[in-house]
C-alpha cells in the first residue's frame, strides 16, 4: 500500500524502471482487492487506483471502478484521511472528464467540492483558519494531515473549468427558462457571480479568470461566441489555464468547439419567437460550424423537445412554430401570476382581521383557547375588544369598565377600524382585478387567450 501511494499522483513519463506503471498498480491493487479483511485499505487502494486512471485520461475506466465500488456511499463513515482522498480523486475525475469533452459529468464531480466554498480546506492543501472551533490537539492533527506541496491540485484551475462547465451548461438553460419565475439553478455560485457583475456601475476589462468567465457568459448569452471565445482562450488565460494541461491544444479545441454549438442552441432559443424560418447555411456560417453539426445540434433540440421547429429538407431550412408565446405574452403571463399572488397574499393579511374574533382575538391565532374558557370569563375579558359581544352585557360591561361611555366610544372605533380595512380590502381587491383584466386584454390582443 505505501508502494501504490508513492505511485498513484505520478506521470507515467516521470517513472524510471523497467515495468511500466499501469501494470504495477494493477498488480498492486488486485492484490489489496483480495484482502477481505483490511476493508479500510481495499477502500485507499480503489481511491488511488482511480485517481491514477483520471491522472491519465482513461475516463471511462475510472468512471466504471468508481462506480462499482460504490465508495460514494459509504465514504461519510470512513476515516478523515480516506474521506480527503477521496475528494482529491472525485476532484481528478472531473478534470478527467472535461479533458475528454464530458462537460455535465464534470461540472456534477467539481460541484461537490466547489459548492462548500471550502476546496482547499477539503483537499488538505490549507488549515482551517477558525481557530477558536478547535483545541490545540485538534489542530496538530489537521495539520499531519496536510498533503504535500508536490501532491497539491491546482484549485484556481478547478475553479475555472468548473465555472467553464457551469457556463456550457446554464445559459441555454437561462436562454430556454428567460421568464419563468420559478427555473431550477444548475449552479448556485455560478448565479451569484452574475449578479454580483451586473451590480457594478462600471464594468471594466476582466483580470482574473472568474471575471474572464463571466465577461464570456454575458457574451454568449448575446449570441455573440467569436466574443466568448476571446474571453475563454487568450494570452493571459493560456499562461494561468490552459497551459497546466498536458494536452493544451487539443482541450482548447475541444472547449472553443463547445462554445459554437452551445452559443448555437443559445440562439436558437433567445430568438426563436422572431425567426420564422432560418436557414441553415445562414447558420452554420454565423457560428462557423459545418451543416451536420448544424443539424445534428438541431435535431437533437427538437427530439428533447427544447425547440419547436421543423427541419424543411428540401429547402435546408428550420421552420419555427408558434408554439411559445412571444416576449409580450411572456411579461403579461408573469404579471398575472404575481397578481395572483399578491391578491391571495392580501388575503391571508385581511383574513384575520375581518374575522369573527377581530385581528388581535384569540379565536384566529389560539385556536381552541376561546372554548376552554366559560361565557363569564369570555364577556368580562374579551366582550370590549372584540366584535361577539352579548347584548346582555354590553351595557353592564360598560358600566364597570372607564365609565360606560369610554367603551361605547371604544366599541365605534373598533367598528370604524374594521370598516376602513374592509374598504382597503376591496380597494386592493379592485386594483388587482383591474390589472389582471388589462393583462388578459393584452394577452388576446397578442393571440395567446
Request: with cysteine; charged share 25%; aromatic share 6%.
Amino acid at each position: 500500500m505505501t508502494r501504490i501511494e508513492h505511485l498513484y499522483y505520478k506521470y507515467q513519463d516521470n517513472y524510471e524502471g523497467d515495468e511500466p506503471v499501469g501494470e504495477i498498480m494493477d498488480r498492486l491493487c488486485k492484490k489489496i482487492y483480495a484482502l477481505d479483511e483490511e476493508k479500510r485499505l481495499r477502500q485507499r487502494a480503489m481511491l488511488c487506483h482511480v485517481y491514477w486512471l483520471a491522472l491519465h485520461d482513461e475516463w471511462h475506466r475510472a468512471r466504471d471502478l468508481m462506480l462499482m465500488s460504490h465508495l460514494q456511499a459509504i465514504v461519510d463513515h470512513s476515516d478523515t484521511d480516506t474521506q480527503i482522498l477521496y475528494n482529491r480523486t472525485i476532484c481528478q475525475l472531473g478534470l478527467c472528464a472535461f479533458r475528454h469533452g464530458f462537460i455535465k459529468e464534470a461540472h456534477q464531480g467539481l460541484s461537490e467540492i466547489q459548492n462548500t466554498q471550502r476546496a482547499k480546506e477539503l483537499l488538505a492543501q490549507a488549515v482551517t483558519m477558525r481557530q477558536h472551533e478547535r483545541t490545540a490537539e485538534q489542530e496538530k492533527l489537521e495539520r499531519q494531515r496536510q498533503v504535500p506541496y508536490h501532491m497539491h491540485i491546482n484549485v484556481e484551475l478547478m475553479e475555472c473549468v468548473y465555472l467553464i462547465c457551469s457556463m456550457l451548461l446554464e445559459i441555454p438553460h437561462m436562454a430556454s427558462c428567460e421568464f419563468e419565475m420559478r427555473r431550477r439553478l444548475l449552479s448556485r455560485s455560478f448565479h451569484y457571480q452574475l449578479k454580483q457583475s451586473e451590480k457594478s456601475s462600471l464594468i471594466g476589462p476582466p483580470e482574473n479568470t472568474r471575471e474572464h468567465v463571466v465577461a464570456a457568459s454575458r457574451a454568449m448569452l448575446a449570441g455573440d461566441w467569436k466574443k466568448c471565445r476571446d474571453y475563454i482562450v487568450n494570452d493571459k488565460m493560456n499562461q494561468k489555464v490552459w497551459n497546466l494541461f498536458r494536452n493544451a491544444e487539443s482541450v482548447k479545441e475541444m472547449v472553443v468547439k463547445r462554445i459554437q454549438e452551445e452559443s448555437l442552441r443559445t440562439y436558437l432559443l433567445m430568438y426563436s419567437t422572431v425567426y420564422t424560418t432560418v436557414s441553415l447555411n445562414k447558420l452554420a456560417t454565423l457560428f462557423e460550424l459545418d451543416k451536420k453539426q448544424v443539424h445534428s445540434v438541431i435535431s437533437k433540440m427538437i427530439i428533447q423537445e427544447e425547440l419547436s421547429a421543423t427541419l424543411d429538407e428540401p429547402t435546408d431550412c428550420l421552420m419555427m412554430h408558434r408554439v411559445e408565446p412571444s416576449r409580450l405574452q411572456m411579461i403579461a403571463l408573469n404579471l398575472t401570476d404575481k397578481l395572483q399572488q399578491l391578491a391571495d397574499n392580501n388575503e391571508q393579511i385581511l383574513e384575520p382581521r375581518t374575522g369573527r374574533s377581530g385581528y388581535a382575538g384569540p379565536g384566529q391565532w389560539f385556536p381552541g383557547r376561546s372554548d376552554r374558557q366559560g361565557d363569564k370569563q369570555k364577556g368580562e375579558r374579551g366582550g370590549v375588544f372584540q366584535s361577539d359581544r352579548r347584548a346582555g352585557q354590553s351595557e353592564s360591561h360598560s358600566k364597570r369598565v372607564w365609565g360606560g361611555t369610554g367603551a361605547t366610544a371604544q366599541g365605534g372605533t373598533s367598528q370604524r377600524r374594521r370598516e376602513s380595512q374592509n374598504h382597503d380590502s376591496e380597494c386592493i381587491m379592485f386594483i388587482v382585478d383591474i390589472l389582471y383584466r388589462s393583462s388578459v386584454v393584452v394577452l388576446k390582443s397578442t393571440g395567446s387567450v
